[in-house]
């Protein structure tokens, strides 16, 4: 059974049509790495899954909701299910690890803000959270102010505070894009067993093509506001993946006259 179901997406900003008919299908469980140029729209079809956009035509189905159509408690309730990563962490800078996580619970306790705050939320959701932080090896930081911990370890809180919020879906956005490659690669890692573990249905974009050839079960590729490559990860080749990065990449570039093309050739 597919966990998310996507059909037939359009969606413009003014005049740019950013998606031009998305179709994806990802079954529960699945690992979707989503490749693609700045530009391209990957950010735009994240948002549509989580409701923080919607599609003027099409469907996006997460588990048995359709996202263009949820709003209000509804969305509310389906975002509890939909975890999200992203690249600059969104994490509070000026409060403990602990307490970033315990904001995983939001949405999830009767009593709301109040119940996840250190000081208030119940013996048992704060031993699940330092479950979480343990998990991802940053239990002894639990009392640190975010801001003091490295990015890599920002992202690892992060990670922890989706933990906590135990999603069957997961969005990652450029989940390492601003880590160096061994921290981020370090996180990826982390990342896959994580969501291994836990049975997760992933999509998770990348600019890295080296962890796209090593993470994931799958490979979708868009190129200005569709998807142009579809294949199991062990079926791609660098090659193959390169190509998304050449020609009209983005959605707000102008097509390539036939004049064009002859100059870029004759140059
Ligand atoms: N809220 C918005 N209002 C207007 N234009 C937008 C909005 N969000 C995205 N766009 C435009 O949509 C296009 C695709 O943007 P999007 O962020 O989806 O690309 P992306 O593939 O995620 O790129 P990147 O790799 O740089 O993150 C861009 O031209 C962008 O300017
Ligand atoms: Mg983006």
């Keep these: 059974m597919a966990n998310i179901q996507i059909q037939n997406v359009h969606k413009s900003f003014n005049d740019i049509h950013v998606l031009r008919g ?9 690992c979707v ?8 729209g990957k950010s735009t079809l994240m948002r549509c899954l989580n409701g923080l956009t919607y599609p003027e035509q099409g469907s996006v189905v997460v588990g048995d909701q359709d996202m263009a159509k949820t709003r209000g408690r509804r969305l509310r309730r389906q975002r509890q299910r939909i975890g999200v990563v992203f690249q600059h962490f969104n994490l509070v800078d000026n409060v403990s690890v602990f307490q970033n996580v315990l904001y995983g619970a939001l949405g999830q306790q009767p009593g709301g803000l109040a119940t996840t705050l250190q000081a208030l939320a119940p013996q048992s959701l704060r031993q699940r ?17 975010c801001r003091e911990l490295s990015g890599g370890q920002q992202q690892r809180v992060a990670i922890a505070r989706t933990l906590l919020q135990a999603p069957d879906v ?12 061994r921290a981020g690669r370090a996180v990826m890692e982390l990342l896959i067993d994580i969501v291994r573990e836990r049975g997760m249905t992933v999509l998770c974009s990348l600019h890295q093509l080296e962890l796209a050839s090593e993470y994931g079960d799958r490979v979708v590729g868009m190129k200005a506001g569709r ?9 791609l080749d660098r090659d ?8 009209v ?11 064009d093309t002859a100059l870029a050739y004759s140059a």
């Design 249 to 259: 990449v983005r959605v707000d570039e102008q097509q390539p006259t036939p004049a």
């Design 22 to 30: 998305i179709d994806l299908a990802i079954p529960t469980g699945e």
């Design 170 to 181: 997961l969005i990652a956005d450029e989940p390492v894009a601003s880590l160096d490659p």
């Design 33 to 40: 790495i989503l490749l693609g140029a700045n530009g391209c």
């Design 129 to 145: 959270a330092m479950q979480c932080l343990d998990r991802v090896g940053l239990a002894d930081q639990a009392t640190q102010p």
């Design 240 to 247: 193959t993946m390169a190509g998304l990065y050449q020609g």
């Design 227 to 235: 998807i142009e490559l579809d294949a199991p990860r062990h079926e």
